[in-house]
């Protein structure tokens, strides 16, 4: 094939951002594949064109879907919103929390607000935060059936944190704030 589609793909590639390597591995090529070609050692057959041509375009694709993406979770950031509101899992799991911040007469903002990931252990508002957060994903497993993995994921947390967490409330199950929360709960889902 002539230079010119050489010098096409090496523009379309310079105009999509990404590094040559990353082309190649999306059209399941040798890293050095094209450099070979530029060099005169392979030929530019039309079939090894036409995979770097469709892994430019799947890879022009996959960035403006995750331009849009960042561009809707700067504007959440900005509005104060989360996008992971609208996954049912995290619905349920931010439902739940909330009251059992109302039971336990605890505005739920600044617990939703609170970062779990922060570990702020010597703040007792975030102490308090984590212990109601713990109760919400003890009962959310327990009594809702939610999986550990996706209530990390609603949580924002590990599933390693989680199952931490659920071992440490096994052990205050027996708890009457506890058990005042779980009776609670269970009137309004079960």
Known sequence: MPDEFISDLDKRVYRLGLSESVVLREAGLASRYFADIRAGRRPLTRKTYERM?????????????????????????VAG??????????AQ???????????????????MAADPAKRATADSEWMQAAHLRRIAIYIANAHLNIKQADLARAAGLSRAA?????????????????QTMIGAVEEVFL
């Open 53 to 77: 041509c469709a892994a430019i375009s799947d890879l022009q694709k996959a960035k403006a879907i995750n331009d849009r993406y960042a561009a809707s979770r700067a504007q959440a950031a």
């Open 81 to 90: 919103k989360s996008l992971a509101r609208h996954d049912p899992i995290t």
């Open 93 to 111: 799991y931010r439902l739940l929390l909330w009251l059992v911040c109302t039971i336990a007469d605890v505005p739920p903002g600044p617990v």
């Open 162 to 178: 989680v199952c931490g967490m659920l071992k440490d409330m096994e052990d205050l199950r027996g708890d009457a704030q506890v």
